[in-house]
């Protein structure tokens, strides 16, 4: 079932949230060890346990582990909250066999560890499994059926991990990879009707077994003609909801919001796409949704971030204004055990001397919370507190944001683990590092 509905399409927009208890506090950042060029990082926690898990996109791997890829994923895990780790090490050790991209972590309530990443293009996306905090490692267990090409993973589970689903971009069409063996197998649904170049940048699962994602779709250059081996497309995007039924087999598209062309990415290798809008999602422990999402009304100039609320899915609240200051990208939303409980975090340029100068200078990552559905939020806190200990770190913040993602997690007791990506501008992949805080 394929159901299109338009909601909501925002003429004018309210003012920002307004910021009222007490504030945040987090520990100062830390870099993520070992020197390597990290790309973007995720993180896990453990639902029933202290246990808390980062995985990171080790740029050159092979470098140092002989039996890595070009491009490999190395997991750690911290067993007391994220106050130690353990130290980091590859998932899968599959030298000669391409890159590795893109890392998904959830923990199922038994304390199975589920890594989804991208294994190259075909197989594409992967799962392994562990159910020894990552010591050993089942897998890889492929998904992709008669896909010859995947890309851009975002993983969830339901609490159980018995019912695994994985949102993927296979071009100018949106699948989701969905399994009720707890990921030994895996059936394809295509859950797109339009041609756009379709990414999903968050998802969820909710109390009563509905599973939703946040997606772009974007038009554009490399869209026009269907230059398929392209993609990191030009034009507008398309903000959706997708919902999905517990079993995978109904499913409607949601039209949210669209925002104009990105604003540019100047540095070398750096895709057309890479500040376009994005949107993520969380339902809380009543099924409440939230979405926070950015876009532009101009082609080129800064996003704001925007936030929705919904009880089903399938009709939203008129969008709030969140953050309108500098350009905001990236955001992660995750909800707290409680009802009403979210937890933002996203990246912005506010410090800069100006905000369009090709992606470049004075970048922080900030967190804000909400106890009661969005309606207000706590003052912003800005977790990238250090103004030195690397090169591409200033008092204003850092160079560049080192890929366009990032985690953010809630553990058993309520505390929020960030990990974000940090890097001097040189060029996309280079130079840079990881790092990451916790708080409450």
Request: proline content about 5%; overall charge negative; some cysteine.
């Amino acid at each position: 079932m394929a159901v299109a509905l338009l909601v909501l399409t925002p003429t004018s927009f309210n003012t920002a949230a307004t910021s009222v208890g007490s504030t945040p506090t987090f520990d100062s950042e830390q870099p993520f060890p070992g020197g390597g060029a990290y790309w973007e990082p995720t993180i896990a926690a453990d639902p029933s346990s202290s246990y808390v898990y980062q995985a990171v996109t080790y740029i050159n791997a092979s470098k140092t582990c002989s039996g890595c890829p070009g491009t490999a994923i190395f997991l750690r895990s911290s067993k007391d909250g994220g106050a130690t780790w353990g130290e980091a090490r590859p998932v899968s050790l599959a030298r000669g066999r391409g890159w590795q991209f893109d890392p998904q972590i959830k923990v199922a309530t038994d304390g199975t560890v589920y890594v989804v990443f991208l294994q190259t293009f075909n197989p594409g996306s992967v799962l392994f499994k562990s159910t020894d905090h990552g010591a050993t490692w089942s897998g890889p267990f492929t998904m992709n059926g008669p896909i010859s090409y995947n890309d851009k993973p975002i993983l969830v589970i339901s609490p159980s991990g018995q019912d695994v689903y994985v949102a993927l971009n296979v071009k100018l069409a949106s699948y989701v990879a969905v399994s009720h063996d707890a990921g030994q197998s895996f059936a394809q649904v295509q859950t797109s009707n339009e041609s756009l170049w379709w990414y999903s940048y968050g998802g969820t699962y909710a109390p009563d077994g509905s599973v939703y994602f946040a997606q772009a779709g974007e038009a554009g250059a490399k869209t026009n003609g269907k230059r398929t081996n392209q993609g990191h497309t030009d034009g507008i995007q398309k903000i959706f909801v997708l919902k999905m039924n517990h079993e995978g087999t109904a499913w409607e598209n949601v039209y949210v919001d669209t925002s104009a062309v990105a604003t540019s990415c100047a540095i070398s290798a750096c895709y057309a796409d890479y500040f376009a809008a994005q949107a993520s999602i969380a339902a809380d422990a009543a099924g409440n949704l939230l979405l926070a999402y950015t876009r532009n009304d101009v082609n080129g100039t800064a996003h704001k971030m925007y936030l929705r609320t919904s009880s089903d899915g399938a009709s939203w609240s008129s969008p709030v204004v969140f953050n309108d200051q500098g350009d905001n990208n990236f955001p992660a939303v995750v909800a707290g055990p409680s009802a009403g409980d979210f937890r933002l975090a996203w990246q912005d340029n506010r410090n800069a001397g100006c905000w369009d100068c090709g992606g470049l200078g004075s970048w922080n990552t900030w967190y804000s919370q909400t106890t009661d559905g969005g309606g207000t939020w706590t003052a912003s806190v800005r977790l990238s507190n250090l103004g030195g200990g690397a090169p591409y770190k200033t008092p204003h913040g850092y160079a560049f944001p080192d890929g366009d993602y990032f985690g953010l997690a809630v553990d058993s007791v309520g505390t929020n683990h960030v990990i974000w990506g940090e890097a001097d501008g040189s060029s996309l992949y280079c130079c840079g590092g990881t790092w990451y805080t916790r708080g409450a």
